[in-house]
């Protein structure tokens, strides 16, 4: 499925929250969704620390030009600083965000570094947000990825129970558990096992 770049696709604010309300509902978590946003969200803006052009004539060295680095430059280009990024890679900027163009008209194209922005991350949606950047979600609905285990591949569209299940030794309640259900449970079983702390405001 080709999906439009000028289709929007980004999730609200508002959508952002409850996915997070969500997943934390789901983990028995839900006492740690006010830590994880005020932790994850982006400071005031910098010019509540400093006055717009208080900065001119200040010469600022960046070190990388990851989002990090970028961000930082923009913020500090707020103040009036000249900025310069020095990076080590002297093709390309973005660090570990590098997308893959396979052809010269940006049709096809890949992500090689990271694949996912996670919904708790509220500082890099803020950028995306002002920046006026599209996403794309991660899964679409109709989900034809290709799994390679234990010397075996196969998609997502196949019967992944009947296939990938013998390859492992499961227990019986695992191997009637459907796979995105059992997918998930091993990716929340890390977070299940972390301990309740108490955050003092």
């Known amino acids: 499925m080709e999906i439009p770049l000028n ?23 839900p006492e740690d969704y006010e830590y994880i946003v005020r932790l994850l969200s982006p400071p005031p803006d910098i010019t509540n620390y400093a006055q717009p052009g208080e900065l001119k004539g200040v010469k600022i060295g960046v070190i990388g030009g990851g989002l990090a680095g970028l961000s930082a430059a923009f913020e500090l280009r707020k103040l009036g600083a000249d900025i310069t990024i020095l990076e080590a890679n002297d093709s390309r900027i973005g660090g570990r965000v590098y997308t893959y163009y396979f052809d010269a008209e940006g049709k096809y194209y890949n992500e090689f570094g990271a694949h996912r922005i996670p919904v708790t991350h509220q500082t890099t949606w803020h950028y995306i947000n002002l920046f006026g950047l599209n996403t794309l979600p991660l899964t679409l609905r109709k989900r034809n990825n290709f799994l390679y285990v234990h010397n075996t591949r196969l998609r997502t569209t196949d019967s992944i129970e009947q296939i990938l299940y013998p390859l492992y030794n499961l227990t019986p309640q695992e191997q009637n558990t459907p796979w995105p259900e059992l997918n998930d449970y091993a990716f929340l079983y890390p977070m299940l096992q972390l301990p309740l702390i108490s955050v003092q405001s």
């Open 7 to 29: 289709q929007v696709l980004n999730p609200t604010n508002e959508q952002r929250q409850e996915m997070i309300r969500n997943s934390l509902e789901t983990a028995g978590r």
